[in-house]
């Protein structure tokens, strides 16, 4: 069996990487391998965590934003067969160039959400002994723009364990929320940045909103720019349109650590429909717990999105494109009108929204972690033999770099 070091979000929070990599720490940990992890965002309240492999801290930063100045030290000490990665591209873009290289298979799980992708990316994944998308059309991409790899480039979904997301008793939830039975409601989940584009979500809203008591909109999001991700202080966003008594806001903990799995399943039970006016996604963890809740859903007509919730909700086109990130990467703008069209669909027409719903369970019911995780156990398994053909590496003993944590406030 292998020794892996994992390299991504710390499982002790509760964001979309967390949620995918607690998954499969464990999973990997019950196929008989020895696991560790370099956990971003480990902070110091969460030293005594439940979780059975060690988690080795960030001290930013002097062990750099990804823990990139701590990697030598961990891998000279720990020595894993395999360094598996879950995070963009310019997320790990230090592993080519790190002093161990040689020493580890690198498996690299990772969003594609926009295309082209950078040259600076195309370089970096070919540098990957194993790099793997989670979508479709992110293995499009890297196929089409990506001359070399070292093994072919596959494609492994996310999943979701719908035993604890599922179909829930509505008038229950509701009802403890105080919400009446008779309200049309629609759900966004998902972080306050520019890539979500938020405003265009209300702006579309208050479109459909107009000459309605019955519809209300539910947003489990920070409210200012979580944690310097460039969004918006959304209470005044809100504020400019006529539509501050139809917005639900979410009672919920730092935008770092999230909400319980738990409570998000309550949460995608009050729901009528789930939305989001995104540019993209690289898969869209969201749309797939609410589609095992039995919540269908409108996205837009790009990347991952259409994969999941196409004949399980309703997709909207671009009615514009920009440049977004250092990067420049070429992104849609969802169209405001059109959207505020699906909504009002979903809102007339009960039938038709019931069905979507229907559709987007047993979608949900075949994308089950227990079905996803075989193709991981596969993965794995090339991995460490393709390890075996390496030859031995002598490591230089690196610099010694302090990974005590220091407070990091929040």
């Given at each position: 069996m ?5 390299v ?8 979309g990487?967390a949620?995918?990599l607690?998954?499969?720490?464990q999973y ?8 560790q ?11 005594h965590h ?6 080795h801290p960030?001290?930013?930063p002097?062990?750099?934003?990804y823990?990139?100045?701590l990697f030598?030290g961990?891998?000279?000490?720990y020595?894993p067969?395999i360094v ?27 969003p ?7 040259k ?7 540098e990957?002994?194993?790099p ?12 089409r723009?990506?001359p ?6 596959r494609?492994?979904?996310?999943g ?6 599922y179909?829930s ?10 919400i009446?039975?008779d ?6 989940v998902?972080v306050?940045s ?5 405003p265009?979500?209300l702006?579309?809203f ?17 409210l200012?720019?979580n944690a ?15 539509i ?11 935008p770092?650590?999230?909400v ?10 009050v729901?009528d429909v789930?939305?989001s006016?995104t540019q993209?996604e690289?898969?869209?963890?969201p749309?797939?717990e609410a589609a ?5 859903s ?7 999105i ?9 997709v909207?086109p671009?009615?514009d494109?920009?440049?977004h990130?250092?990067?420049g ?7 405001i009108r ?5 909504m ?11 069905q979507?719903?229907?559709?987007a369970l ?6 089950d972690?227990e ?5 991981f156990?596969?993965?794995i ?11 031995s590496?002598n ?13 990091v406030?929040?």
């Amino acid at each position: 069996m292998s020794r892996i070091l994992v390299v991504g979000e710390t499982p002790v929070i509760n964001s979309g990487f967390a949620n995918v990599l607690r998954r499969l720490n464990q999973y990997f940990i019950d196929q008989g391998h020895e696991v560790q992890q370099l956990g971003w965002c480990h902070l110091p309240h969460m030293e005594h965590h439940k979780f059975p492999y060690f988690i080795h801290p960030i001290n930013f930063p002097k062990g750099g934003y990804y823990g990139q100045e701590l990697f030598d030290g961990i891998v000279y000490d720990y020595k894993p067969d395999i360094v598996f990665s879950l995070g963009d591209v310019y997320m790990v873009d230090w592993i080519p160039k790190a002093k161990t290289r040689n020493s580890f298979t690198w498996v690299s799980y990772m969003p594609i959400d926009s295309a082209p992708i950078p040259k600076s990316w195309v370089k970096t994944i070919e540098e990957m002994d194993f790099p793997v998308t989670y979508s479709k059309f992110g293995e499009d991409v890297i196929k089409r723009q990506v001359p070399y790899t070292r093994n072919d480039v596959r494609m492994i979904y996310h999943g979701v364990d719908t035993k604890t997301f599922y179909p829930s008793d509505r008038t229950e939830i509701r009802g403890k929320n105080k919400i009446a039975l008779d309200k049309f409601i629609l759900l966004y989940v998902g972080v306050n940045s520019v890539r979500k584009q938020i405003p265009r979500l209300l702006e579309a809203f208050d479109i459909f909103a107009k000459e309605k008591e019955d519809v209300l909109l539910w947003l489990h999001t920070s409210l200012s720019h979580n944690a310097g991700k460039e969004g918006w202080f959304l209470r005044d966003v809100i504020n400019q349109y006529n539509i501050i008594n139809k917005i639900i806001l979410s009672k919920q903990a730092s935008p770092v650590a999230g909400v319980s799995e738990e409570t998000m399943r309550m949460t995608y039970n009050v729901a009528d429909v789930f939305v989001s006016a995104t540019q993209c996604e690289g898969f869209g963890l969201p749309f797939l717990e609410a589609a095992a809740c039995g919540v269908p859903s409108i996205g837009v007509n790009y990347s991952a999105i259409p994969e999941l919730i196409k004949d399980r909700g309703a997709v909207v086109p671009a009615s514009d494109w920009i440049l977004h990130t250092p990067y420049g990467m070429r992104r849609p703008l969802i169209d405001i009108r059109e959207l505020s069209k699906k909504m009002s669909f979903m809102y007339h027409n009960k039938n038709h929204r019931e069905q979507m719903g229907n559709n987007a369970l047993e979608f949900a019911l075949t994308m089950d972690w227990e079905k996803i995780l075989p193709s991981f156990k596969k993965l794995i398994e090339d991995a460490s033999n393709y390890n075996e053909h390496k030859p031995s590496i002598n490591i230089e003993k690196p610099v010694k770099v302090d990974r005590a944590i220091e407070s990091v406030e929040i």
